[in-house]
């Protein structure tokens, strides 16, 4: 009997405990963490994270949620795409709704809007922030078209001779493959009688960033100046080499070179291995700049 008694009592204990831990989808809420965002144009993905709360994280539910979007001054399928039209949710906690944000690479100050709604299949779900307003700010700049021929300027590293191009004598042409690249043609210095072709080989170059930022890539090569094979190199004030990039400023009809000097190096070929390379040239306050033909 006292067998059968203590049986009877697990049988009711385990019946309450399944009875309490029963969802009470009345008591479940779901939306967003706030009711509006900001995002870049040029974003790609843009997340938006979706709460589903009111019961214990690991206990099991089925909750399923519609999404859908209303344009405003943004257009579905031009400037925006629901990669997500319904959630669903097997334990309370945090999913991620997915949006895919298009960019028109269009140059402009406008900021579009549209609205995201969330809507529950169980009508007994509530929802506390149940739509988001997404504000799509756009970050494109300005594509910089640096084509065409300038006059370069620059002095002598140590001696602060200044040099010069012959007037509008170097030409920058866009690459046709990588518009982010553009080649300096015929970059030639001349002092009186002394004529310094900075490059022996290919053309030096220098790429464009998305964001409109410039830059000169160090260790390009130079060509044989008889002696090995020569590369260029930033320098510090104090005359330390560096192979980090050389920014580039426009100013506005000037490139300036951002750097405290740049130079042209070569290494012989029977040099030893504690041999310094050999400075072919060394210059600073390089420019170029841009003349109308």
Not at 91 to 119: A, H, P, R, W, Y
Request: charged fraction near 20%.
């Amino acid at each position: 009997m006292k067998y059968i008694i203590y049986n009877l009592w697990i049988l009711i204990f385990l019946f309450a405990c399944s009875e309490s831990e029963q969802v009470e989808y009345s008591k479940l809420s779901v939306g967003f963490q706030k009711s509006k965002i900001d995002v870049g144009e040029n974003t790609g993905i843009l997340e938006i994270p979706v709460v589903l709360s009111g019961c214990n994280m690991d206990m099991p539910l089925q909750v399923s949620v519609q999404v859908s979007a209303t344009d405003g001054d943004a257009v579905a399928g031009v400037d925006y795409e629901l990669m997500d039209t319904r959630l669903a949710f097997e334990v309370c906690g945090q999913t991620t709704l997915k949006v895919k944000i298009i960019d028109n690479e269009e140059v402009t100050n406008d900021i579009k809007t549209f609205t995201i709604s969330l809507k529950a299949d169980n009508p007994e779900v509530k929802s506390e922030i149940s739509s988001i307003k997404v504000y799509i700010i756009s970050d494109d700049v300005e594509k910089v078209t640096m084509a065409g021929h300038y006059t370069l300027t620059a002095q002598d590293f140590v001696e602060g001779t200044k040099l010069s191009s012959t007037p509008g004598g170097v030409e920058i042409v866009q690459d046709l493959d990588d518009s982010n690249k553009y080649y300096m043609k015929n970059m030639v210095l001349v002092n009186g009688d002394k004529v310094l072709p900075l490059t022996l080989a290919g053309d030096l170059y220098f790429v464009v960033g998305n964001d409109g930022s410039m830059s000169m890539p160090t260790q390009q090569k130079i060509g044989d100046y008889g002696a090995g094979e020569g590369f260029t190199i930033g320098l510090t004030s104090e005359g330390y080499t560096t192979a980090d990039p050389i920014k580039i400023e426009k100013s506005g009809n000037r490139l300036l070179f951002k750097v405290d000097g740049f130079a042209g190096l070569f290494i012989d070929e029977n040099a030893g291995p504690t041999d310094y390379p050999t400075i072919y040239y060394a210059l600073k306050n390089i420019i170029l700049e841009k003349v109308n033909h």
